[in-house]
Structures are given as structure tokens and as C-alpha cells.
């Protein structure tokens, strides 16, 4: 059904996947007023077949700049793989709309591509090209987009929490019923930021939805040895905020949670905060000798792989057929190939950006003399 896209040169295979999701999404997705029990949710074929993709194009990527990385020397820096988390991503964007908000920290690439960011761009960014999402001066941890309402991309542990809540302000100063999606992982919420921004969320009643990423490890220390809380959820009690725990390797039961969360929001019920548990296969960067965690624990949570996971409802309830998964498969390699050519035939940014895009306004009018 996707043959009229093999001819064209360096498609950009996740923005057609979102603009064919947004046209079927309102359609196929029911979701249920309750926000204490299950949701009833009705999940159609091209929600299932999105998913698929969208994980398979995250992952893939991942695993190709790993390579370039790794094995080529042509990515330098940082660099933060998503591997492992990708159905996380995969359930919120079929719970929230184009015009809301995702903003996170330095695990950035997987949330960046399912917002729509190009992985053409993603890649150029990755080698330093001017062709980047962010000219090439950002690199892994800085990706941005906000055509696509992705705010980045943080490298500062936690700094995205207040950040987040401020976007989440200016949705509801300007009135709108646009929710955010702030991202963090669990290292993140040892951080004094957190408990300040949750007082004022749920005192202003802003409409975000924070959600920890917990993968089990800030850096290569484990959630038990940082704190006496180890349900990192439990900590909206102290603010009489709604919260829960959830499997961030399914991306149904991820959706079932965004959604009611979200519902919540843009009713102006405030926030909720989502301790998504997930796992990351990959170290906490690419040079991460993983001496804290063993092989074995590795393997255990390869088990339960999401996008194997997927793979095996779609087949157990004859959702699409192998032939129409390896056509994805192909698709997705074919992307991620060109994205790679694309960065390498990119331009370096030129010697006069240096000091560009330092401050978004020159004339800032309050600085005087």
C-alpha cells in the first residue's frame, strides 16, 4: 500500500507515517472518561502498523549511529541511545495531538524522530552538519525542532522539569487545551527542580503530564542506592498529585495511561505525574563500560523487548501480515540508509555561526549601558 513512496529520493519515512496517523487517529482511538480504571481501548490495524513503524525506525536508527559511531569514527560527542524505550514513544504520540508539546533531556533522539523531526536531520545533527535540526551546534543531546513542537534536548540534569512546566504555563496563559509532555529519566527526579515545579504545577493547575523514563539507572547508579523512594510516582502524593506507575515496554498500556492523563489536562485538571518503567539496552552513552549492571539482567529485559513484544500481538491477532511487516522493515532500512547519505553529503556550518543563535532577539531591549 506504500509503493508510490519507493520513488522518491531520501523520503523521509517518519513524516509520512505521522501525517498518515493524524488523518485515521481520531477515527480508530476511544478512550475512557475514568482516570482510576482500566481504559477501554479499541486499537485498529493502522494503530498497530504506526507503532511498528515508528519503533522500528527509532530503534534502527539508533543502531546505525551507533556503527557511524563506534566502528567509522563520523559521530563524535555524546551520544545517548534510546534502544529499548521506543514503545514509550510510540504510545504517547497516539495519545496526544501535533500541536502539543514534548520537551526531555539527553536521551532526546527516539521522542525527536516520533514528533516528526526528520531523520535526515537527526543524522546531520549527529555528524555536526549545518543541515541539522539544530544547525549542527547541538549534537546529540541538544535536538530541537519547533516546527514540530519538540523543545529539545537538555544536557543539564533536570533542567527540563521547570522548563517544561513554563511551557505548560504559556499553553494556558494563551488559553488554548494544548497539553506538554515533560520527559525525564530518574536521576532526574533527585533534583530539587522537581519538587519545586510540581508545587507550582498543581497550585497553577498547568496542564502537563511529567513522565519519568525510569530505566532503572541515572548514569551507572541503580534508583535503590539514591533514594528511600523507589516508586518514584509516589511522590506526587506529597502534592495531591494524580500519579501512577506503568509499563513503558508496551506501548497499549503507555497509551492507555498518556491518554487519561492528557484527558485530565485539557479538561484544566492539572497535571499527573507518570513513572513510566522501561529499560535501556544500550549504556547510559556509547562509551558506557556498563560495569554496574550484568549480562544477565541485560538478557532478562531483552525478554520482554517491546517492539518483539508487538511483533507477536500483531501475528497472535492477525492484525497484518509478514509480508506487510517485512514491506515496513524495508521501508524503514531504505530511510535510514539516505539519512546517512544526507548527513555525510551535508555542508559543515560555516565559520561565521559561531556566534549565531546565541540570543534569539539582537535588539533585546533591557540591556542599557
Excluded at 114 to 138: P, Q
Excluded at 298 to 311: A, F, H, Q, R, S
Excluded at 320 to 325: P, Q, R, T, Y
Aim: aromatic share 12%; net charge neutral; hydrophobic share 35%.
Amino acid at each position: 500500500m506504500f509503493k508510490h513512496i519507493l520513488s522518491i529520493s531520501r523520503y523521509n519515512i517518519n513524516q509520512l507515517v505521522l501525517s498518515r496517523y493524524r488523518n485515521f487517529k481520531a477515527k480508530t482511538l476511544i478512550f475512557a472518561a475514568q482516570k482510576t480504571k482500566p481504559v477501554p481501548t479499541k486499537f485498529s490495524k493502522e494503530t498497530y502498523l504506526y507503532w511498528y513503524e515508528l519503533m522500528q525506525l527509532i530503534r534502527q536508527f539508533e543502531l546505525m549511529a551507533e556503527e557511524k559511531y563506534k566502528m567509522e569514527g563520523k559521530i563524535r560527542g555524546f551520544f545517548h541511545a534510546y534502544v529499548g524505550q521506543e514503545a514509550i514513544a510510540a504510545g504517547c504520540m497516539t495519545a496526544t495531538r501535533p500541536e502539543d508539546i514534548f520537551i526531555t533531556a539527553y536521551r532526546d533522539h527516539g521522542l525527536a524522530i516520533a514528533k516528526g523531526v526528520s531523520i535526515d536531520s537527526c543524522m546531520a545533527e549527529l555528524y555536526g552538519k549545518s543541515t541539522g535540526n539544530a544547525k549542527g551546534k547541538g549534537g546529540s543531546m541538544h535536538f530541537f525542532s519547533k516546527e514540530h513542537n519538540f523543545f529539545g534536548g537538555h544536557g543539564i540534569v533536570g533542567a527540563q522539569i521547570g522548563t517544561g512546566a513554563g511551557l505548560a504555563f504559556a499553553e494556558q496563559y494563551r488559553d488554548t487545551d494544548n497539553v506538554v509532555l515533560c520527559f525525564f529519566g530518574d536521576g532526574a527526579a533527585r533534583q530539587g527542580m522537581l519538587h519545586e515545579t510540581f508545587n507550582l504545577a498543581m497550585l497553577w493547575k498547568l496542564p502537563v503530564i511529567f513522565i519519568c523514563e525510569n530505566n532503572h539507572y541515572a548514569m551507572g547508579t541503580s534508583v535503590e542506592r539514591t533514594s528511600n523512594v523507589i516508586d518514584i510516582y509516589k511522590l506526587a502524593d506529597a502534592y495531591e498529585m494524580p500519579g501512577d506507575t506503568v509499563d513503558g515496554m508496551n506501548a497499549e498500556t503507555v497509551h492507555e495511561a498518556v491518554a487519561r492523563a492528557v484527558k485530565r489536562a485539557r479538561e484544566k485538571g492539572g497535571p499527573t505525574l507518570l513513572e513510566i518503567k522501561t529499560y535501556r539496552y544500550k549504556g547510559h552513552s556509547i562509551s558506557d563500560p556498563q560495569k554496574y549492571r550484568t549480562k544477565e539482567e541485560v538478557e532478562e529485559y531483552k525478554g520482554k523487548d517491546p517492539i518483539t513484544n508487538l511483533t507477536l500481538t500483531i501475528k497472535e491477532n492477525k492484525v497484518a501480515s509478514d509480508e506487510e511487516l517485512e514491506a515496513i522493515d524495508k521501508r524503514v532500512e531504505g530511510a535510514v540508509a539516505n539519512s546517512v547519505k544526507f548527513a555525510e553529503e551535508s555542508p559543515w556550518p560555516s565559520d561565521d555561526e559561531v556566534l549565531k543563535d546565541v540570543y534569539v532577539d539582537k535588539n533585546y531591549p533591557f540591556i542599557v549601558d
